[in-house]
């Protein structure tokens, strides 16, 4: 049975939340706080995570980064709440982080479904071909979730991860937007392809020695992106 970790200030929605999940199947704790859960992390690692946007500090979003920063907990399914209000960028920001997002107020039926949604995907990774992809210096190691380029480590989120190695498992190839997000985010992600340019740009900010003009990611205007085949240098 999946253990989903809840952190939400609000008794009633931590509670709603708790009660969809086990009527689905899964076991819960909830906390009403960020570094509540943080202390359980280091008791019990969950599969899954459901953190409200909004709490009192440590909020959310710096909830998921700190998961994230620690390498035994970088793999866990973070989902966020936020609320209807929130600016779109802020949203896509917080995806940099985040696995999903989910807007409050909220269907249960459709968080459940989310939550299972993530995991499945993580699932999937899991067993997942071992492969080493190789390209211009660049070393993705799938099985290790590893990432060099030039034999120096680099610190990649779970979905620029993601987004990386299916790039350059495609490599020469187009891969539209719509088409990165049904790879990569799965066909039960609700977002828009904007997530997809977002993701890119904090991606090649830490794989491409000039950013704004890209060698490994290359832009294929009006249609979305390619790996290069060849690397130049």
Known sequence: MALIYIADDEMNIRRLVAFALKDSGFETAEFPDGAQLLGAVKQRIPDAVVLDWMMPQPDGLAVCRSLREDPSTRMIPVLMLTARGEEMDRVLGLEIWADDYIVKPFSVKELCARVKAVLRRTQRQEFAEERVLESGGLTVDISRHMVKKGGNPVELTAKEFDLLAMLMKNSGKVLTRDTLLDKVWGVEYFG????????VRYLRQKIEDNPESPSYIQTV???????????DG
């Open 192 to 199: 828009d392809t904007r997530t997809v340019d977002v993701h």
């Open 221 to 231: 205007r009006g249609v979305g992106y390619r790996f290069a085949e060849t690397i």
